[in-house]
C-alpha cells in the first residue's frame, strides 16, 4: 500500500507541526533531521514509533498542541508497564466518534437500533466510543458499562436492544446465560459488534449460534483515536478503515522492511488529522495484512484480513514458538472441542524441561478420553509440543467481562 498525494501532504502537515512544537516526537525529529516528508521514500525514512516512546514520554510528553487545546485524555491499562495516556483535542473527539458512525453504518445499524454498550467507560477507550459513534449516527445509546449480568439481560429485554457491543469474552459469556436461561425468543438483538481482543472461529460461531445475530468485528488501539478505525461489511469478513483519518502499511516484524499488499505482516498506522498526539508509523504488534481486490459491498475503502494475533502473543515451550491462533487452528479441528481453553506453562526443575498443560472445555455428547487424545496427538503433529492435555465439560473454565487471558506462564515467576 503506497501513499496517495494527498496522504503524503497530510503526513507533511504532521511531521512540520510536530517539529514546530517541543512535544516528544518534535524534539526527536528535530534530532534526526527530519524537516518534512515529500514522497513514499521519504515516508518510509521516517522511524517508527512505539508503545516505548508513550511510555517514555509519560504522562504528556507527546501532547502536541497547548493545554488548553485538549478536552480529554484516554489510557491504557498499563498492566505491563507504565500507562500509556493520549490527550485528545475536540476536534479529535469529534473526528473519533465520526469514524465510529460509520463502523455502526458499515454494519448495516441505524438510528432506529437501541445499541446496548457493555465495554468499561472511564480511562480506556472503549465504553465512551461506541456512545459517541451511537449518538452521531443518531441511534439509541443503552450505555450499560461492563458486567452485571443480570442487569444487562433485563434492560436487553425491557428495552428490546437490537445491537450489543462487547467483547468477545464478555459476549460469549451473555449468549450462554441466554441459553441457559432460554431467554433467546424474548431478546430482539440482531447484530453484535464486537471488539477488543482476538476471537477464534468457533468462539465467532457459538455467540452467533446462542445470540441469533450477525457478528461485526470493530478494530482499534487506545493509541489511535480506540476502537471505530475499522469494521468488517454486511458481505465479507475483512476489515474496511478509513483512509482519510489513517494510513496503515503492512511490514516484516522482525526487518521492519514493508511487505507487499496480500503478505502477512505487521500492522502500522499513521495518523493523518490528529492534533492531540500524532503518531506516524506507530508499530501496533498487530498480525494481519492488506486485502488489495476490491469488496463486494462495493466501499471504496481500503481493508485488511480479520486480526490473526499479536506479534508479542507468542510464547516458547522446549524450544517451539508458538501463538494462541496456532492453538485455536488446532481445536478448530477437534469434534465436540469449544473455543474455550487455558494452557499453564512451568518448569519441571527435577527433570529440568518445561511442562505445559492444556485445559480444553468439550461438549458432553463426546468421550471426553478419546477427546483429550485427539487434542493431544494434533498438537503435536501441528505445533511440534505434547502437551498435558485436560478435558473438562463446558463452563468449567471462567468466563470474563472484559478480556480473557489463555496463556499463563508461570515460569516468569
Known amino acids: 500500500m503506497k501513499l496517495t498525494q494527498k496522504q503524503i501532504e497530510l503526513v507533511d502537515a504532521q511531521v512540520k507541526r510536530l517539529i514546530a512544537g517541543d512535544s516528544y516526537y518534535g524534539k526527536l525529529y528535530r534530532e534526526k533531521g527530519i ?21 517514555n514520554a509519560y504522562p504528556l510528553g507527546i501532547q502536541a498542541v497547548p493545554d488548553e487545546d485538549v478536552v480529554r485524555i484516554h489510557s491504557s491499562s ?54 459517541a459513534g451511537c449518538e452521531k449516527l443518531g441511534a439509541m445509546a443503552v450505555p450499560m458499562g461492563p458486567g452485571n449480568t443480570e442487569k444487562q439481560l433485563q434492560m436487553m429485554q425491557d428495552l428490546q436492544s437490537t445491537v450489543i457491543c462487547a467483547t468477545s469474552s464478555y459476549a460469549l459469556l451473555l449468549s450462554e446465560e441466554i441459553t441457559k436461561r432460554g431467554l433467546k425468543d424474548k431478546i430482539a438483538l440482531k447484530k453484535g459488534v464486537i471488539g477488543s481482543e482476538r476471537w477464534s472461529d468457533k468462539m465467532r460461531r457459538s455467540i452467533q449460534d446462542g445470540l441469533g445475530i450477525e457478528l461485526y468485528d470493530i478494530y482499534g488501539l487506545t493509541e489511535i483515536y480506540g ?51 500524532p503518531l506516524l508509523r506507530f508499530r501496533t504488534h498487530d498480525l494481519s495484512r492488506i486485502i488489495p481486490e476490491k469488496c463486494s459491498c462495493g466501499s471504496c475503502y481500503p481493508r485488511l484480513d480479520i486480526i490473526k494475533g499479536r506479534s508479542d502473543d507468542m510464547f516458547k515451550v522446549h524450544g517451539v514458538n508458538m501463538f494462541p491462533a496456532q492453538v485455536e487452528e488446532v481445536l478448530h479441528q477437534i469434534d465436540g472441542a469449544t473455543s474455550e481453553y487455558s494452557i499453564a506453562i512451568g518448569h519441571d526443575d527435577e527433570n529440568n ?60 515467576s
Open 35 to 55: 524537516t518534512g516528508v515529500a514522497s513514499q521514500e521519504d515516508f518510509e525514512k521516517l522511524p517508527f514509533s512505539s508503545k516505548d516512546d508513550l511510555r
Open 78 to 131: 498499563g498492566t505491563t508497564g507504565r500507562p500509556v495516556i493520549i490527550p485528545y483535542t475536540r476536534k479529535d473527539v469529534d473526528d473519533w466518534a465520526i469514524q465510529f458512525a460509520r463502523c455502526y453504518e458499515m454494519a448495516g445499524i441505524t438510528k432506529k437500533d437501541r445499541i446496548q454498550i457493555t465495554p468499561g467507560y472511564g480511562l480506556w477507550t472503549a465504553g465512551i466510543g461506541f456512545q
Open 227 to 277: 476502537p471505530g478505525i475499522g469494521i468488517n461489511c454486511q458481505k465479507e469478513k475483512y476489515i474496511h478503515y478509513w483512509d482519510d483519518y489513517l494510513f496503515i502499511e503492512i511490514i516484516n516484524p522482525e526487518t521492519g522492511k514493508p511487505v507487499e499488499d496480500g503478505e502477512e505482516g505487521e500492522i502500522v498506522i499513521t495518523t493523518l488529522v490528529k492534533e492531540g498526539a
Open 353 to 412: 524441561k518445561d511442562v505445559m498443560v492444556l485445559t480444553v472445555e468439550v461438549e458432553g455428547r463426546v468421550n471426553f478420553e478419546e477427546t483429550g487424545k485427539a487434542i493431544g496427538s494434533l498438537f503435536k503433529s501441528k505445533i511440534g509440543v505434547n502437551p498435558k492435555v485436560a478435558v473438562v465439560p463446558v463452563g468449567t473454565l471462567p468466563r470474563s467481562e472484559k478480556k480473557t487471558k489463555r496463556v499463563f506462564d508461570h515460569r516468569e
